[in-house]
């Protein structure tokens, strides 16, 4: 039994854009309760729950509060597991990029079940479920820290697993 096979992991929430004004911010909710949180707070013009869309699709609608009124005009992306980054159910709501606007969202994602996610804890469960290895996964924090191009060809690289492809063949050499 694989160590993420009986690990319980809570749904986890963040902003995934700096923490800064600008056009569009991004918070990405990921666990088991993603889409549940996702039909309580989105209402989408289309009328159809995220619950109810398929995996990697898109859907303009609104971030509304318990008496139903608009917060903000938002899109929101779900990815299902297993083939999202972290391997679980993901949404990500692009808002705009006001801090006060972005903070009001992530406080009722955390109202209806979703935890804080740590710094790096996306990449973790990525690992986790294995949808990285480890050295793909310190390979996105290379890539997010790159100051140059030859740093950044590197990391792009391994995060495509160079490193990993480079042990297979030693192995497969050596045995």
């Known amino acids: 039994v694989l160590f993420c ?13 700096p923490d800064a004004v600008g056009g569009i911010s991004v918070i990405r909710i990921s666990g088991e309760k993603s889409l549940e949180i996702a039909d309580k707070i989105f209402k989408n013009y289309a009328g159809k729950a995220p619950s109810q ?3 990697y699709t898109c859907a303009y609608g609104q971030i509304i509060n318990d008496n139903n009124e608009k917060i903000d005009d938002v899109v929101l992306t ?48 990525a690992f986790l479920n294995g949808r990285l290895d480890l050295s793909q996964a310190e390979a996105v924090m290379d890539v997010i820290q790159a100051k140059n191009s030859m740093a950044l060809k590197s990391s792009v690289e391994q995060l495509k697993g160079s490193v990993q492809k480079a042990i297979r063949e030693i192995r497969a050499r050596l045995l």
Do not use: W
């Open 5 to 17: 096979e009986v690990l319980f992991m809570s749904t986890i929430a963040a902003v995934a854009t």
């Open 53 to 55: 869309m398929d995996g």
């Open 78 to 125: 779900v990815f299902r597991n297993p083939k999202s980054y972290t391997g679980e159910d993901v949404v990500e709501v692009s808002c705009h990029g006001g801090r006060y606007i972005t903070k009001k969202i992530l406080r009722m994602i955390y109202k209806y079940g979703a935890e804080p996610a740590q710094g790096g804890e996306f990449t973790k469960r």
